[in-house]
DNA sequence: GCCAACGTTGGC
DNA sequence: GCCAACGTTGGC
């Protein structure tokens, strides 16, 4: 069975809808050793990512995606015009690995962050723990199932 | 190897 | 825009 992964992105940045319309996407510009980890040692061709909006208003999760690829080194590691250029980081030896990303569907609408907050059932959820700034988290397949479904369902009163 | 200083994340 | 929480850096 696949697992399920959570991957936050600012909308500002890039949505699920700029990952829709553009059906692709490297997820460069990680450079947090854990998150690294996730994408270097653990995800597979086929695991289910919830695309997570942060730093915006609300954040939430807003879409289904799909590990499209297996790890491979984050380019923009060797740009010195990106800002994501480390100059420790060589072609022989590289230190930030990345996978694809693939869009599945947008979620009816966004699960946000106070509504999984208010959800007794997931509790446990690593995005919900004080302080938790990891921008890629495993999540338990049950549990990315019951955000999936609560989108289904109306929107809790603001 | 400790830890203070600094930078970043991201909710609010 | 604030700031708590956390990760990283670098002096010692």
Known sequence: MARTWLMKSEPDVYSYE??????RTLWDGIRN?????????EMRVGDRVLFYHSNCEPPGVAGIAEVAS???????????????F????????????????????????????????????LADLPLLRKGNRLSIMP???????????????????A
């Open 70 to 84: 297996e790890p491979y080194p984050d380019p923009t590691q060797f740009d010195p015009k990106s800002k994501y």
């Open 18 to 23: 700029d990952l829709e319309r553009e059906g």
């Open 86 to 121: 480390d100059e420790k980081s060589s072609e022989e030896n590289p230190r930030w690995m990345l996978v694809d990303v693939t869009p599945v569907r947008a979620l009816p609408r966004l699960v946000s962050l106070a509504e999984m907050r208010e959800e007794a059932r």
């Open 139 to 157: 999540v338990e397949n049950a549990d990315a199932d019951r955000i999936i479904a609560m989108a289904d369902q109306p929107a809790p009163d």
């Open 33 to 41: 050793y854990q998150a690294r980890n996730f994408m270097r040692d």
